[in-house]
Structure formats: structure tokens, C-alpha cells
């Protein structure tokens, strides 16, 4: 097992990270999380699980440990592949996919695209024990709380030309980055259109 790999970044687009390790140029899938956090260019780390298939071995990428734990709970329940299991890393925080499946919460889940509700429902069964084992507890949680919040500045965001995997992306960071303080529909979108 490829446990990591630190080289130099040659390359990284949303889906994936190429890295020149000695002469060897690693091609990493990663999620949206971790394309978030890579610097341009530079050397890097990246916590990896290797696939091996009958016609390929595939590399994931992961920017921390913790998300890389996260993956391999995920690809562990029957039905959601490293490409599902990477699509919910791309939609959701490490935090918010732990939180949600803590709190029994598969609506968070299930607004991830491709989840479906069984599938979110399966998530829950079979990782809650997991990860209360590992110290995760249940919180008021702050996909539930700001749930309306999110969706009226999701659909405007949308309406103004927005890609909305990258909008929620921004409307997560800016209400973690504001929990505790009642932010409206308005000022949470003044606040979106900052980071563009």
C-alpha cells in the first residue's frame, strides 16, 4: 500500500493532482477539498489509497489523514464505489459527511448528486457505530440549522451563472467560518460573490 507521496506539483485541476516524485510523475485523484487546499505549484504531500482493478490501479489523493479515513469507511459500505465515495468528499466537509451520519442525517447525504436515499441510509447504518468508536458525537449540526439559509443563496448564486458544486463549497466555508452569528439570505450571497 502507497501510504503517500510527497514530490513536486506539476499539475492539478479539480479531479485530479499530478506529482513528480524522482522522476516517476504520479497521477492522484482527489476531491474538491483537497484541490481547495493545493498550493499552485511547490512540493507537496498527499495522504494516498491505492485501487488495484483487473484494468487499472488507481491513486487517491488526500490532502489530511482524516479525509482519507473518511474515504476508506466510505468505500466500505456495499454499493458506494471510490468515485461516489470521492463525489461526497467533493460536496461536503470531512466534518459535515461525519456530523451527518452521527446525527442520522441522510438528507445531507442524499444532497450529494448520486446519492440516492437508500444509499444515504446505508451510509448511516453501517458507518454510525464506526465513527462514534472513533469519538464523533452527535451535534446540533450546521447543515440542519442553516439548511433554508443555504438554499435560498444555493438557487441565487445558481440564477447568477454560478457552478453549484463550487457554490456550495462557498456557502460551507462561509457559514462554518461564521457559525454563531445570524447571517441573512443577502449578506450571505454579498459574501459568495466576494470569493469570485
Not at 501510504?3 to 522522476?23: D, H, Q, R, W
Not at 443563496?153 to 457559525?179: E, P
Request: aromatic share 6%; hydrophobic share 40%; glycine share 8%.
Amino acid at each position: 500500500m502507497i501510504a503517500f507521496i510527497e514530490g513536486e506539483l506539476v499539475e492539478k485541476n479539480p479531479t485530479y493532482a499530478m506529482l513528480n516524485c524522482s522522476g516517476v510523475g504520479y497521477m492522484i485523484h482527489i476531491s474538491l477539498n483537497t484541490f481547495s487546499k493545493l498550493p499552485d505549484s511547490g512540493k507537496v504531500k498527499l495522504h494516498t489509497y491505492l485501487i488495484i482493478r483487473e484494468d487499472a490501479h488507481t491513486l487517491y489523493g488526500f490532502w489530511k489523514a482524516d479525509e482519507k479515513n473518511l474515504f476508506t469507511h466510505l468505500i466500505s459500505v456495499s454499493g458506494v464505489g471510490p468515485n461516489t465515495a470521492r463525489m461526497i468528499l467533493s460536496s461536503l466537509t470531512v466534518d459535515e459527511v461525519n456530523q451527518a451520519i452521527v446525527n442520522n442525517n441522510v438528507g445531507a447525504l442524499q444532497s450529494v448528486k448520486g446519492i440516492g436515499g437508500k444509499s444515504a441510509q446505508r451510509i448511516v447504518v453501517d458507518l454510525k457505530d464506526k465513527l462514534e468508536k472513533e469519538g464523533f458525537t452527535a451535534q446540533e449540526n450546521l447543515l440542519q440549522s442553516n439548511n433554508t439559509l443555504r438554499e435560498e443563496a444555493l438557487t441565487a448564486l445558481v440564477m447568477l451563472g454560478y457552478n453549484k458544486a463550487a457554490a456550495q463549497k462557498i456557502i460551507n466555508q462561509i457559514l462554518k467560518k461564521n457559525a454563531g452569528s445570524s447571517l441573512s439570505v443577502e449578506q450571505l450571497i454579498k459574501e459568495a460573490l466576494k470569493y469570485s
